[in-house]
């Protein structure tokens, strides 16, 4: 425990150290990056203590804030999202050192290290706080900190945009834990996280549904739940490359985190609560997964593909907990494993998709998939990295999201085979709405790594693209080899969940490991096949080296088959790639709107076509919706009068009206 | 009941008084400065026991209120060039007579609230009503940014004398209320009244009507 504080607090003093180097970009890299460096280091070693302990290790100090303690407690669920924060965070601080470095002439970097720190510190704080109002302050800072990380760039419109949309959905969702937690408060007489699983088993079923629900639309707000998830596409494009890698890798999970913890409080999970967590998994994968496929821009395709797999999560974790209220262990203990791995497994291919998109960025100064392409010559180690974090999310089989994805698989199939009645349908149908879910996003990833890698350099700023430095590529290598190890012994690591999983759902670990150890869950032969692929893959691509070398090629253009001299109108555009797709298959309202300007008569004049990605959500639902109401409030303009006077004599009229209310309940009830 | 408190309290009382009637800035300062002085006092004798650390709070507030802002007031009239008038949007007699009226209200006020048994009778609460009414009184009917930064002043005296009544229960919030007037000493000299300055030659708030959207 004294390791993990002394983390934090290399963390938020290196943070602070580079404050006072504003001038001085270098140092304040040096200071920001390596101080978060060594925080997440020295935090990983109580984290990975933690996650095998079954008692609790906790800390409790006196606190001069009203109603709040100083309370933190490392336990196996806060051990289980402490360490892909503090691995992400440990790379994404090496990287983002030198992605930064770039923009030292036009910008002072020192408060962006003041916040990354920050935020990492935070996140950590917000999964061991055992306090409501310890827990919500490191909420708060953690939400602050994300929003002066993303809006980096706050001389452009969309960035400022972007950042006010995530500011508001993350205190929208705020505004619903406080709710709950004023409810969990009032039951419990104490803002502690120990009183409240005291009383769970006094708490009516009504009650207990309305926590939940609270809880769902509070921390689905960070999550991304849709249609909650607004924020993301804005939000994530918008950010610096390795601050959407943190927050799509895992500040995402933490509203995650929230749901689980919120379920320990709440003990024996209500008959409802799983098939709705699967309702909620099904939508987020099905939307956003459908809104990846088409976009332009990678990284908002990136970020709605964590809206889809922040879906998966749920889904997992829905048939999970289904599986314990129906009484069929074995559903709920391989949905759960599925669940927790692929979190994990999330976070290692998403932090591996962000970064390698930010190094594309910052080699070619776009991340438009119109100006991309033919980058796999020019940036060889990015394009094989995001090649493999691709291929692990469109769970491809010798990778890692393979197998959770085949774990979410087995947890269904084995439900519908279970399962009896009308869930047991259910069930199987949501079987074919994970393949749906699952081929589009074989779709989307084909098409990213096609457009962006492949081809002919559509720009000639793609043509130009350099390939970034050692400091960069290093940590894509790191999460790539760590994509690639975690698909070769799934049954290891999902072992370690054990504890976790007995905590959180009061499934024993033994139970746990004899369940995914049995014939019915081969995860240690899955995990040798995927051995074999790779040992397969590795030897053809030795024997095809050796061949190669004995019969060298003479290059030739006589039978060019028409690729003489390739442009890049012969190849696919990104909009051409997804167009059959988009116009058959998805209904109007997800389709990118277009607008079309037909050249007409005998002597045609220009025609026009612009083609615009908005979230049907969000200009569907929430635009118009703040509009109405920012008209109604406009009526109210003429309180601001723009002097200081006037409005201090609203606070004046305010107190006084208090005052005389208090004065006059005194009078009226005695 | 603490009789010495209560008397230093009427003197703090008083102090409001001159401080809306006095048509000179370099009066009203003045007054303010002495307020917090008296402030500082009443930290060491509303503590029953008085330590060390009572004695360095009490130091500090007096050094803070009593002498450092005052001065960087006065730096600041000599440094922005300004007529040393109040310059009031209602006259200095209607400014006494509503404060006149505030502390009637605020000692009726006090009467009917909810207080600890130990408080009843004292004076704090209706000082502490009647200084936050008094800076209220100064922030609203004064134009000059300098005399906003008095009235803040005098509010947060008002705030200061009801932590008062937790001095002994929540020391924590007394020792935060000294850090409110670092926070005052810095943020409203160095922003606003450099930037007024700065931005419109002139240290009139009415001015700022011009950022209104």
Redesign the interface.
């Known amino acids: 425990m004294t390791l993990f504080l002394v983390a934090i607090a290399i963390l938020v003093f290196s943070g602070l150290a580079a404050i006072f180097f504003a001038n001085r970009s270098r140092i304040a890299t040096a200071l920001g990056a390596g101080g978060a460096l060594v925080g997440c280091v020295l935090g990983l070693e109580p984290s990975f203590r933690g996650l095998f302990r079954a008692s609790a290790e906790s800390l409790q100090l006196p606190w001069?804030v009203p109603g709040g303690a100083f309370h933190v407690q490392l336990d196996a669920l806060s051990a289980f999202f402490l360490i892909p924060i503090f691995v992400l965070a440990a790379l994404a601080a090496v990287y983002g050192g030198e992605y930064l470095l770039a923009y030292r002439d036009t910008k002072t970097l020192a408060p962006q290290w003041f916040f990354f720190n920050l935020f990492v510190a935070s996140m950590a704080l917000v999964v061991v706080a055992r306090n409501v109002v310890l827990f919500l302050v490191s909420w708060e800072v953690m939400s602050v900190s994300a929003f002066f990380l993303v809006t980096f760039e706050h001389e452009k419109r969309d960035v400022r945009v972007a950042g006010w949309i995530y500011l508001v959905a993350t205190h929208l969702g705020a505004a619903f834990l406080l709710a709950m937690f004023l409810l969990l408060g009032r039951q419990a007489h104490s803002l502690d996280f120990d009183d409240f699983a005291a009383v769970a088993s006094h708490l009516t079923p009504a009650s207990a549904g309305l926590i939940f629900v609270l809880a769902l639309f509070g921390f689905g707000a960070k999550a991304g739940f849709v249609p909650l998830h607004v924020w993301l596409p804005e939000a994530h494009p918008a950010a610096p490359s390795h601050v959407s890698a943190l927050m799509s890798g895992v500040m995402i999970k933490i509203g995650i985190y929230g749901v689980l913890r919120t379920m320990m409080f709440l003990g024996k999970p209500a008959a409802w609560w799983g098939p709705v967590l699967v309702i909620i998994g099904l939508t987020g994968g099905v939307l956003g997964v459908s809104l990846a496929v088409f976009q332009r821009d990678l990284k908002r395709a990136l970020a709605y593909s964590s809206i889809e797999n922040v879906g998966l999560i749920m889904l997992a974790l829905g048939v999970g907990v289904w599986g314990i209220t129906s009484g069929h262990p074995t559903v709920a203990i391989l949905g759960l494993a599925g669940g927790l791995l692929h979190i994990w497994n999330h976070s290692l291919m998403k932090g591996l998709m962000f970064l390698s998109a930010g190094s594309v960025l910052h080699g070619t100064g776009t991340k438009d998939l119109e100006r991309l392409g033919g980058l796999m010559k020019r940036m060889p180690r990015t394009g094989v990295a995001m090649t493999l974090g691709a291929l692990a999310i469109a769970a491809v089989p010798p990778l890692n999201g393979f197998v959770s994805e085949w774990l979410i698989y087995m947890a269904m199939l084995r439900g519908g085979l279970e399962f009896t009645g009308v869930s047991r349908t259910a069930l199987l149908l949501a079987v074919g709405v994970l393949a749906l879910i699952g081929g589009l996003a074989s779709i989307c990833f084909v098409r990213l790594i096609g457009i962006v890698l492949l081809g002919e350099s559509r720009s000639s700023e793609a043509r130009h693209a350099h390939e970034s430095s050692g400091w960069m590529t290093a940590p894509l290598g790191v999460l790539a080899v760590f994509c690639v190890v975690a698909g070769m012994f799934p049954r290891a690591l999902v072992s370690i969940f054990s504890q976790t999983v007995e905590q959180v759902f009061g499934i024993s670990a033994g139970d746990f490991t004899a369940t995914l150890n049995s014939p019915q869950s081969p995860l240690a032969i899955l995990g040798m096949l995927n051995v074999i692929v790779w040992s397969a893959l590795i030897l053809g691509a030795l024997i095809l080296l050796v061949l190669h070398k004995n019969s060298r090629a003479v290059a030739d253009a006589t039978w060019g088959c028409g690729y003489v001299a390739p442009t890049t109108r012969m190849q696919y555009t990104g909009q051409s790639f997804a167009e059959l797709m988009v116009t058959r298959l998805f209904p109007k309202s997800l389709r990118p709107k277009t607008s079309i300007v037909a050249p007409q008569g005998l002597f045609p004049s220009d025609g026009k076509l612009a083609t615009e990605y908005p979230d049907p959500l969000s200009c569907g639902v929430y635009q118009p919706f703040f509009e109405r109401w920012a008209e109604r409030f406009a009526q109210l303009r003429w309180v601001?009068?723009?002097?200081?006077?006037y409005y201090?004599?609203y606070?004046?009229v305010v107190?006084v009206v208090a005052?005389a209310w208090?004065?006059f309940r005194?009078?009226v009830m005695p | 009941m603490n009789p010495l408190l209560d008397l230093i309290l009427v003197a703090v009382l008083l102090l409001n008084f001159v401080a809306l009637g006095a048509s000179q800035l370099r009066t009203v300062i003045h007054a303010v400065a002495l307020q917090g002085v008296l402030l500082g006092a009443t930290i060491v004798v509303a503590h029953s026991t008085v330590t060390v650390w009572v004695i360095v709070m009490a130091g500090a507030v007096i050094a803070l209120k009593g002498v450092v802002i005052p001065r960087m007031l006065f730096h600041a009239i000599r440094e922005v060039v300004i007529r040393r008038e109040v310059d009031p949007?209602i006259g200095c007699i209607a400014s006494l007579l509503l404060g006149g009226v505030g502390t009637a209200l605020a000692v009726?006020?006090s009467k009917?609230?909810?207080i600890a048994h130990e408080h009843i009778g004292s004076l704090v609460v209706p000082a502490a009503?009647s200084t936050?009414?008094t800076g209220?009184l100064i922030?609203?009917?004064r134009v000059k940014a300098i005399s906003?930064v008095v009235g803040y002043l005098v509010l947060e005296n008002g705030i200061f004398i009801f932590g008062l009544l937790l001095v002994e229960a929540?020391p924590?919030l007394v020792e935060i209320g000294v850090l409110l007037d670092l926070f005052v000493a810095i943020f409203v000299m160095g922003i606003i009244i450099y930037q007024i300055s700065q931005e419109f030659s002139t240290v009139s708030?009415?001015k700022?009507?011009?950022?209104?959207?």
């Open positions: 001069h601001q009068q723009g002097k200081l006077h201090l004599l606070f004046v107190l005052l208090v004065v005194g009078w | 949007i009726l006020f009917t609230l909810p009503l936050v009414l209220f922030l609203t009917t906003q929540m924590f708030t009415r700022l009507s011009a950022l209104k959207e």
